[in-house]
Nanobody, 118 residues
């Protein structure tokens, strides 16, 4: 059974930092591209950051330079460091695992809430 379990969300003031974690089980983790997505109320889910199984990364323009994605294959986990947080970063953040050679959306976690507010 595949499980992706996110943690690390919370309430933080503007300019603050959080570190999200996603622990994966039930998959051959090193074969998967791992992504962090977010969905704010009334908006579509969007890709925030991606790290490929080869270690390449890409970021959504608005988070470039503020967020950092990383992975630890030995711990079958992916992380998202969120710095210089802004109110517009408020959203439910989801972890995704996808095999790039497969024509599907992969697996999703249940999400962790990030709220940026003073």
């Amino acid at each position: 059974q595949v499980q992706l379990v996110e943690s690390g969300g919370g309430l933080v003031q503007p300019g603050g930092s959080l570190r999200l974690s996603c622990a994966a089980s039930g998959i051959s983790f090193s074969l998967y591209d791992m992504g962090w997505y977010r969905q704010a109320p009334g908006k579509q889910r969007e890709l925030v950051a991606l790290i490929t199984r080869g270690g390449s990364t890409k970021y959504e323009d608005s988070v470039q330079g503020r967020f950092t994605i990383s992975r630890d294959n030995a711990k079958t986990s992916v992380y998202l460091q969120l710095n210089s947080l802004k109110p517009e970063d408020t959203a439910l953040y989801y972890c995704n695992a996808r095999r790039p050679e497969r024509n599907n959306n992969g697996y999703w976690g249940q999400g962790t809430q990030v709220t940026v507010s003073s």
